[in-house]
C-alpha cells in the first residue's frame, strides 16, 4: 500500500491504496463516489470514463499509481449543479433510456467538445467509439453533443 495525493473534483484528497488498484475503484470504494459505474472492467464499453486532467479514461484500467498528483473529474464533478451544457443537452433530447451507460456517455462527449467545440460528425463517431450503449441511444447521444455544442463554456 501506498499515499496516493489526487485532486478529485475540485478536492485535494489522499488515498491510501495498492498501486494497481484501478481509479474506478479508488473512486467508489475509497471515495465514496459512485456516480462512476463498473461495465466490462476491460476498458471496452466506456461506463467508466472519468477525465484525468482533462482527457477521456477509462477508470477501470487506469491504476491509481498512474493518477498521482494529476486532476480527475468524475460525473459528480463535471458540475455543481447538473447543469453542464451537455447535461442539458442530454435530458433535452432525452437520451437515456437505461441510463447505465451515460455517466460514461456524458464525460466522453464532455472532453471532446472541451477540446473541440465545433466537431463534426466524424469527430463525434471518432471520439464516442467505445462507448456502448445496450439501449442504442446513439442517435440521441450525437444530437445531444450538436445542441450542446452550440452552447457556452465548455470546460
Known amino acids: 500500500m501506498a499515499i496516493y495525493n489526487l485532486k478529485v473534483n475540485g478536492k485535494a484528497v489522499e488515498v491510501d491504496a495498492d498501486e494497481t488498484t484501478p ?20 476498458a471496452q464499453c466506456g461506463a467508466c470514463t472519468i477525465h484525468v486532467d482533462g482527457t477521456s479514461v477509462r477508470s477501470c484500467s487506469y491504476p491509481i499509481a498512474a493518477a498521482d498528483g494529476t486532476e480527475i473529474t468524475t460525473i459528480e464533478g463535471l458540475s455543481e449543479k447538473g447543469d453542464h451544457p451537455v447535461q442539458k443537452a442530454w435530458l433535452e433530447h432525452d437520451v437515456p433510456q437505461c441510463g447505465y451507460c451515460q455517466a460514461g456517455q456524458i464525460m466522453s462527449a464532455s ?43 465548455l470546460s
Open 23 to 42: 481509479m474506478l475503484w479508488v473512486l467508489r470504494d475509497h471515495l465514496k463516489l459512485v456516480g462512476t459505474k463498473f461495465g466490462c472492467g476491460v
Open 111 to 153: 472532453a471532446l467538445l472541451k477540446n473541440n467545440p465545433n466537431p463534426t460528425d466524424q469527430d463525434i463517431d471518432d471520439a464516442m467509439n467505445g462507448n456502448i450503449c445496450r439501449c442504442g441511444t446513439y442517435t440521441r447521444i450525437k444530437a445531444a453533443i450538436k445542441t450542446a455544442a452550440g452552447q457556452g463554456d
